[in-house]
């Protein structure tokens, strides 16, 4: 006995491949459109490698990061160690691709943080305005006053080195620009006809916002993540550089510059690579936030 797809379970089984079918079809509409653009294929492209060599790190890196071999340091790039070594005879390459766990925790931790977080704070004060606007946005304010490094730095000071200190240090300096950014998009939906219709309709506040206000602001606040991500990289070297982010000997790309500064005149390599990690990195981000944008949000066009 044959099922006819006009039974129930047949419907079903049609709706659910049309439905995987207008999915495939999204995906692969986003990544053409990603595709047409050589600068945000470069930049998906790098974030994509620094993706694979985080994940398959131990396979990847040809020795042990944190092993030293006095004998053979600070020997130039060739064929045994392709970036060279440090000053304890580590390899600079393996150390990179190790180093590059510790970018990704840090980035993905803040931005998954800083997301949700900021938001809650922009929607929530464009939404109801009055008071509660004013005293968000005057403590949006007290932090976009200073700079995010300094800030940062302060923070780290506050709490002591370490790499989950970074984390909540970066958190507290990037949230308010997401915070401002959300109020923005939700003060010019705030007075829209659907939204008028939907409050007469009954719904509640947290209905309005959840169901129909915060998914419209996504989009621009994904474009403002991805393109904070560089900032995010920039600010922990810059941490770990000043021996406030991981600990030695964690290989963390702003540590492994401080640590070679000394050396730099005769051995570049020691200080050149993980500079050149850190620049390639923070432009691929940019380059991918670029590109969501232009994506993303039809008034780029």
């Known amino acids: 006995m044959t099922v006819s797809l006009d039974t129930p379970l047949g419907a079903r089984n049609s709706e659910s491949r049309q439905r995987i079918k207008r999915t495939l079809n999204r995906a692969g509409g986003f990544v053409g459109k990603m595709a047409r653009n050589p600068l945000t294929a470069i930049g998906g492209g790098i974030v994509l490698l620094l993706l694979i060599v985080a994940a398959f790190a131990p396979l990847i890196a040809p020795y042990n990061p944190l092993v030293q071999d006095l004998n053979n340091a600070l020997v130039a790039p060739n064929a045994q160690h392709w970036f060279g070594t ?3 005879g580590r390899d600079i390459f393996s150390r990179l691709v190790y180093g590059s766990r510790i ?5 993905l931790l803040v931005s998954v943080t800083v ?11 464009g939404y109801f305005g009055g008071k509660v606007d004013a005293v968000l946005m005057r403590v949006t304010d007290i932090f976009i006053s200073f700079p995010s490094l300094v800030l940062a730095l302060a923070f780290v000071a ?7 200190h970074v984390v909540i ?3 507290l300096t990037a949230w308010p620009p997401i915070a401002r950014l959300a109020r923005a998009e939700t003060l010019s939906l705030r007075q829209a006809d659907f939204i008028s219709a939907v ?4 719904a509640s506040p947290v209905r309005v916002l959840w169901r129909h206000i915060v998914p419209l602001c996504l989009p621009s606040v994904i474009i403002r993540i991805t393109m904070n991500m560089a900032g995010i990289i920039l600010t922990a070297a810059g941490l770990g550089f000043l021996g406030l982010g991981a600990q030695p000997p964690e290989p963390e790309w702003g540590a492994m510059i401080s640590s070679g500064r000394t050396y730099m005149m005769e051995c570049w390599w020691v200080v050149t690579i993980p500079g050149l990690a850190i620049l390639i990195n923070s432009l691929a981000f940019n380059f991918l936030g670029d590109g969501l944008r232009d994506i993303l949000d039809p008034r780029s066009e």
């Open 115 to 125: 997301g949700p977080l900021g938001l809650l704070l922009g929607v929530t004060a």
């Open 103 to 107: 970018t990704l925790y840090i980035v």
């Open 86 to 88: 440090d000053e304890f």
């Open 158 to 164: 506050a709490l002591g080195p370490g790499l989950e």
């Open 199 to 202: 409050r007469l309709q009954g």
């Open 169 to 171: 240090a970066i958190t």
